[in-house]
């Protein structure tokens, strides 16, 4: 029997693409090829023909998520008066998706999801109220604005928003949203304008009674 100094070489495309998958996520269906090759050497240190093993197809499946940022806020607010939350939705999966998009009030408040179209995170009125995301690319991302009107008979209120993915409905993501009422103020809301009342003395035009006992 011969004997042989073994000398082992794997070469692992496989392996390669599987750690750069992790950094940017290979897309769905991408086919990845792999194979290995070994050197053999003899005792005597003489080099063995190589050999090369078959090559072996990987397709990539599709894995999906989504995140939501960010995923909580705070804000003070009058009972009634309208308050906004910017929010941004993105596809972190390897394919195309498209998200659910929902919101609840924990007290009563009345919640409204709209399109961001220019992304400031305030609601204008050509921006239409919106369910979802439309479809996203991998790692595309939606802005929207979840609008909350603290009702008049809660001091706070907890909004819960979420996306879910209509592809897989265990990958979704949610954010939580605080209003306060903010407290009230000692305004003079209502004024009663009297004309122009000239008066040429220096001496009483801080002093004079311009109503007429009013």
Not at 19 to 41: D, K, L, R, W
Not at 44 to 52: E, R, V, Y
Not at 110 to 138: F, K, M
Not at 180 to 202: C, F, M, S
Request: glycine fraction near 8%; proline fraction near 3%; hydrophobic fraction near 35%.
């Amino acid at each position: 029997m011969n004997h042989f100094r073994v000398g082992m070489i794997l070469v692992c495309v496989l392996a390669l693409f599987a750690q750069a998958g992790v950094m940017a996520a290979t897309p769905a269906g991408t086919q990845i090829q792999a194979n290995s090759t070994a050197q053999y050497y003899s005792q005597s240190g003489t080099l063995m023909p190589t050999a090369t093993s078959n090559t072996v197809t990987i397709t990539v499946g599709q894995a999906l998520g989504v995140t939501i940022s960010p995923t909580s806020s705070t804000k003070e607010s009058y009972a009634g008066a309208p308050v906004d939350f910017g929010v941004t939705i993105t596809n972190t999966g390897n394919n195309s998706d498209t998200f659910s998009l929902a919101a609840s009030s924990q007290n009563g408040s009345l919640v409204t999801i709209y399109n961001d179209a220019n992304g400031d995170g305030i609601h204008q009125s050509t921006e239409p109220a919106v369910s979802s995301t439309g479809a996203l690319s991998a790692g595309s991302s939606f802005k929207c604005v979840v609008q909350v009107s603290l009702s008049g008979n809660a001091g706070s209120d907890t909004v819960t928003f979420t996306a879910k993915s209509q592809s897989d409905s265990t990958k979704s993501a949610a954010a939580i949203f605080t209003v306060t009422k903010q407290a009230e103020r000692a305004e003079i809301r209502t004024w009663l304008l009297n004309g122009y009342h000239p008066n040429t003395d220096v001496a009483t035009r801080m002093t004079r009674d311009y109503l007429g006992g009013e």
